[in-house]
């Protein structure tokens, strides 16, 4: 017999009525509330308009998301869902349980109304007794007045969300972003259940409703492929953040190596900038030291950094915003390329080169990928490494082998914004079979990765795993590279690790 497990209660301290009392006096008074409107607000009017037009008439609900437990009574840092922030302007850590909602007004249109847990009273229990939302336990939070004119959204008390997003439910359609919130989901969904009470046809219904909700949420992704003038400046921002972090490593890398367990005190040392500059990570930084980088998505840092390693780092700040640069350089720890480094990464420099040249509008975004991978092939043809008769047509046909993919079997190219792989619920009409428009952010990140124990590689390149990753945005005519602060080239790489190593 299975029992449901409880919480003990074993570190409760009674509360009198006195003592109530006594918490909520003496206080001085609230300051004044100065927040002025967020320079983002007029973009996410503009947003929450296009939205409107797609879906005339319904409730849309579009939640922030809950805490989340990491163990017991602990939570992760909250982040909002990037569909809730980029229609909000909300980023960092709010909020909480919020939920933004898209009420169709008579006459046409939507009102945009923000609900929220809104700072409690110092009279309330919250206010020094509830660790998860508790001004004693987590700061103030804002008022609904304040966060009304900061993101020019009507707000009201998340209190009132229940009965409000369930009125007239039957004569309003209403659909929800699904996996932001599973409390919310279910809300929506016990409101929407109301309608029908045949069970046979609840249950199509019920998939049809979830059909629904998938159309908006892909709606909301395809919304973001093109970035505006805010959040193109959000994304240089990243970069730049993001290129101060590289360069913090950089000058940390004699620690890496005499410290043993390296690849840790990398990943320490991006973060402390990524903290400090803004966010955080946009995703877990890969911090791979010589074979290690062989392992796309290396994220156990573990390993020790020994002179004469390649790093591969693989990491992007993440601004309060929530928007993240996404970027890659493989670099000799002692600043000075082997001749068999070298060649590998010369062939990925020219792979990525002929990446980033074609990305400009009216293109392909898979001609990006196209570009880059045929130098790849084309390399490992050099090279003598595609089996005996298959050149590069013959390998680069879809149809055929692709045989080089064995040395790189990931993609050229994503879209890059509020999620590191941004966008990911676009069609592939509206993705990788899309012309790039004026606003679109990819990662050109071609590698080659010649693992340890690949004995179809030339002996002095087996642990050698070589990615260079920048960040593009398309523009009228081309491309701006906006991780242009950092050197590409093995020259350049070399000249600006010069200067960044600390001197023995
Ligand atoms: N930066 C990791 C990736 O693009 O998958
Ligand atoms: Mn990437």
């Known amino acids: 017999m299975s029992e449901k497990q409880t919480k003990a209660e074993h570190r409760g301290i009674p509360v009198t009525e006195e ?55 602990c939570d992760y840092l909250f982040r909002p869902h990037s569909a809730f922030a980029h229609l909000t302007g909300l980023g960092a850590d709010r909020e909480p349980d919020a939920v933004l909602v898209l009420e169709p007004a008579e006459g046409g249109g ?49 209190s009132q969300f229940e009965t409000e997003v369930g009125k007239d439910v039957g004569t309003v359609q209403v659909r929800v972003v699904r996996d932001a919130d599973v409390v919310v989901t279910a809300q929506v969904d016990t409101v929407r259940a109301t309608v ?13 409703a979830v059909t629904a909700d998938q159309e908006l949420a892909r709606f909301l992704s395809t919304l973001r492929l093109c970035k505006d003038d805010w959040e193109a400046e959000q994304m240089r921002q990243a970069c730049a953040a993001t290129a101060r972090a590289f360069e913090a490593v950089v000058a940390e ?8 367990r390296g690849e840790r005190w990398i ?28 392992t796309l998505h290396w994220v156990r840092n573990t390993g020790d950094v020994r002179p004469g390693d390649l790093v ?23 600043g000075r390329f082997t001749a068999a480094q070298r060649q590998v990464y010369d062939a990925v ?42 050149d590069v047509e013959h390998a680069l046909d879809p149809q055929r082998g692709a045989w080089h993919r064995r040395w790189m079997v990931h993609g050229t190219s994503h879209h890059l914004g509020l999620d590191v792989h941004d966008c990911a619920l676009a069609l592939r009409e509206d993705y990788m079979d899309a012309d790039l428009r004026p606003g679109m952010v990819l990662t050109v990140e071609p590698g080659l990765y010649f693992k340890e124990d690949d004995l179809l590689v030339p002996e002095d390149w087996r642990g050698i795993g070589v990615r260079i990753e920048d960040d593009v945005m398309v523009t009228e005519d081309g491309c701006e590279l906006l991780s242009h602060h950092l050197p590409r080239s093995a020259e350049d790489v070399e000249a600006w690790m010069a200067t960044v190593l600390p001197h023995s």
């Open 312 to 334: 591969l780092l693989d990491a992007g700040i993440e601004m309060d915003s929530l928007f993240t640069a996404d970027i890659t350089r493989t670099l000799p720890v002692d």
């Open 253 to 260: 890398f004699p620690e890496a190596v005499r410290r043993g």
């Open 196 to 208: 029908c009470q045949d069970e046979g046809v609840a249950e199509q219904a019920h998939q049809e």
């Open 110 to 158: 939507h009102e945009s109304v923000l609900y929220f847990r809104p700072a409690s009273g110092r009279d309330t229990d919250e206010f020094f007794a509830d660790s998860r939302y508790g001004e004693f336990w987590v700061g103030p939070r804002p008022t609904l007045a304040s966060t009304q004119v900061e993101l020019g959204i009507t707000t009201r008390d998340l």
């Open 349 to 390: 420099f020219a792979a990525q080169s002929a990446g980033i040249a074609a990305v400009r509008p009216g293109a392909k975004f898979k001609d990006v990928h196209a570009a880059a991978i045929r130098v790849i092939a084309e390399h490992l043809y050099a090279w003598g490494m595609l089996p005996d008769g298959v």
């Open 19 to 73: 003592f109530r009392r006594y918490i909520a006096s003496g206080w001085a008074p609230r300051k004044e509330d100065t927040t002025p409107r967020a320079s983002v607000a007029d973009y996410t009017e503009r947003r929450r308009q296009a939205l409107s037009e797609a879906f005339p008439g319904e409730r849309l609900v579009v939640p922030a998301g809950g805490l989340k437990v990491r163990s017991n009574d």
């Open 267 to 294: 990943e320490g040392t991006f973060n402390r900038t990524a903290r400090h500059e803004g966010n955080g990570v946009g995703y877990e930084s890969i911090c791979a030291a010589a074979d290690h980088a062989n």
